[in-house]
């Protein structure tokens, strides 16, 4: 319905790469975006990615300030006072990261010395005699195997996402050595990151350049996987509203409506794949869109075949309805529920409505009206239409 001149139009799909949704690298790197795309827990991984944001932007100014964190967090970990066996796997991670062969096979041969309670390796000289190096406080171990090594080390080129997960796992190295942290609160944390990145990197670009804006913007998910299907609605809310809360005038003098469609897919509370604390995390913001966001000039549209499973304080906060037949037992209950502008001859009415006939209800309207929505052309239809088995089988 709306020309190419004036749409953006992205085609996200996580099985192969398609188009992606642009996000600026400030915005990437910022603690609640990251939450978002990582689901990060409220109390113990949430302060986790900030303290790695903070840490980052804190050195900013310093182009090495990656490289010489992780020559620093090697360092550390081999010759600390009291060393942690989970930072050896972590150190090890990174290492693979980066692409460092020589320097992962070395430490594949690291091993923890229980009876001392520190690192140590086993080397042949060119003699055939075995050494046992121990990696203390005193750093001799350290200078006679990993220092040169070490020092020398480049970074590769990496992306926004390789970047994260190493910050994470060097992050996570020095707040257990410190004791910051407990190793099992966060390893989930690292399990998701590295679970999520491939997916992650498919739909979504980091960029330092300008973002073209179009007047409208339509984001297909219809390719994504369930995962990314929650997470992506959450971030690309923030990614509009959030600006515009700050920017806009009192009163508002320019608007922003996001049309949500199929939308017990996004604001269901029926998933079984999140844990409660996120669940209630994803829906909070679209809560607070539907209750603040008309004060910014904020408007939510949503549309659903299944409007039961959306969260009930959304549904509340409704001001106007559009209903199209509905038959289903949980659905019907609703609308004597949410829907207080609704007469009994109206709601007798939509079981049995006809195709592109609905009941408009609401706010805006003095009273219930039965509506005929005219077909579209086929040019301008979305492609959701049934499929014609008749034409298939022929």
Same mark, same amino acid.
């Not at 994504?224 to 009192?250: F, G, Q, R, S």
């Not at 909070?284 to 299944?306: C, D, H, N």
């Given at each position: 319905?709306?020309?190419?001149?004036?749409?953006?139009?992205? %085609?996200?799909?996580?099985?192969?790469?398609? *188009?992606?949704?642009?996000?600026?690298?400030?915005?990437?790197?910022?603690? /609640?975006?990251?939450?978002?795309?990582?689901?990060?827990?409220?109390?113990?991984?949430?302060?986790?990615?900030?303290?790695?944001?903070?840490?980052?932007? %804190?050195?900013?100014?310093?182009?090495?300030?990656?490289?010489?964190?992780?020559?620093?967090?090697? /360092?550390?970990?081999?010759? +600390?006072?009291?060393?942690?066996?989970?930072?050896? *796997?972590?150190?090890? /991670?990174?290492?693979?990261?980066?692409?460092? *062969?020589?320097?992962?096979?070395?430490?594949?041969?690291?091993?923890?010395?229980?009876?001392?309670? +520190?690192?140590?390796?086993?080397?042949?000289?060119?003699?055939?005699?075995?050494?046992?190096?121990?990696?203390?406080?005193?750093?001799?171990?350290?200078?006679?195997?990993?220092?040169?090594?070490?020092?020398?080390?480049?970074?590769?080129?990496?992306?926004?996402?390789?970047?994260?997960?190493?910050? +994470?796992?060097?992050?996570?190295?020095?707040?257990?050595?410190?004791?910051?942290?407990?190793?099992?609160?966060?390893?989930?944390?690292?399990?998701?990151?590295?679970?999520?990145?491939?997916?992650?990197?498919?739909?979504?670009?980091?960029?330092?350049?300008?973002?073209?804006?179009?007047?409208?913007?339509?984001?297909?998910? %219809?390719?994504?996987?369930?995962?990314?299907?929650?997470?992506?609605?959450?971030?690309?809310?923030?990614h509009y509203y959030h600006p515009h809360k700050d920017k806009v005038a009192n009163?508002?003098?320019?608007?922003?409506?996001?049309?949500?469609?199929e939308a017990h897919n996004i604001l269901s509370q029926q998933s079984s794949r999140?844990?409660?604390?996120?669940?209630?995390?994803?829906?909070?913001?679209? /809560?607070?869109?539907?209750?603040?966001? %008309?004060?910014?000039?904020?408007?939510?549209?949503?549309?659903?075949?299944?409007?039961?499973?959306?969260?009930?304080?959304?549904?509340?906060?409704?001001?106007?309805?559009?209903?199209?037949?509905?038959? $289903?037992?949980?659905?019907?209950?609703?609308?004597?529920?949410?829907?207080?502008?609704?007469?009994?001859?109206?709601?007798?009415?939509?079981? $049995?409505?006809?195709?592109? +006939?609905?009941?408009?209800?609401?706010?805006?309207?003095?009273?219930?009206?039965?509506?005929?929505?005219?077909?579209?052309?086929?040019?301008?239809?979305?492609?959701?239409? *049934?499929?014609?088995?008749?034409?298939?089988?022929?």
């Amino acid at each position: 319905m709306v020309s190419n001149e004036f749409k953006c139009v992205y %085609r996200l799909n996580t099985r192969t790469e398609e *188009d992606k949704f642009p996000l600026s690298a400030s915005e990437f790197w910022d603690t /609640e975006t990251l939450s978002i795309l990582f689901q990060a827990t409220q109390n113990t991984q949430k302060p986790f990615i900030n303290r790695i944001i903070t840490g980052r932007e %804190r050195f900013s100014n310093n182009p090495d300030n990656l490289l010489n964190y992780i020559k620093k967090t090697y /360092e550390l970990i081999f010759t +600390c006072a009291q060393p942690k066996p989970d930072s050896l *796997d972590l150190i090890r /991670e990174v290492t693979k990261l980066m692409g460092l *062969d020589d320097l992962y096979h070395q430490l594949k041969e690291v091993a923890w010395h229980t009876k001392h309670n +520190c690192f140590y390796i086993n080397t042949t000289k060119t003699n055939n005699e075995s050494k046992n190096y121990y990696f203390n406080a005193e750093g001799n171990g350290y200078q006679s195997v990993f220092s040169s090594m070490i020092n020398s080390i480049t970074l590769p080129k990496i992306d926004a996402f390789e970047e994260f997960k190493i910050r +994470c796992n060097i992050q996570l190295i020095c707040d257990l050595i410190y004791g910051y942290v407990q190793y099992e609160f966060i390893q989930p944390l690292l399990k998701r990151t590295e679970s999520s990145l491939n997916a992650l990197r498919k739909v979504i670009t980091i960029t330092e350049n300008q973002i073209i804006t179009k007047p409208v913007t339509v984001i297909s998910l %219809r390719k994504c996987n369930p995962e990314i299907k929650k997470t992506l609605p959450l971030l690309v809310a923030k990614h509009y509203y959030h600006p515009h809360k700050d920017k806009v005038a009192n009163p508002p003098d320019t608007t922003i409506h996001l049309i949500i469609d199929e939308a017990h897919n996004i604001l269901s509370q029926q998933s079984s794949r999140e844990s409660e604390s996120w669940k209630d995390y994803r829906l909070e913001m679209f /809560e607070e869109i539907i209750k603040e966001g %008309r004060k910014f000039g904020v408007f939510l549209t949503l549309s659903s075949q299944r409007p039961a499973d959306i969260s009930p304080t959304i549904v509340s906060q409704i001001h106007n309805f559009f209903i199209h037949r509905l038959v $289903n037992d949980r659905d019907l209950p609703l609308i004597d529920n949410t829907i207080s502008t609704l007469d009994n001859m109206s709601k007798s009415m939509i079981p $049995n409505l006809a195709k592109g +006939c609905c009941v408009a209800t609401g706010t805006s309207f003095n009273l219930p009206i039965v509506l005929q929505v005219d077909v579209l052309e086929s040019s301008k239809r979305p492609d959701s239409g *049934d499929v014609d088995l008749e034409n298939i089988w022929k």
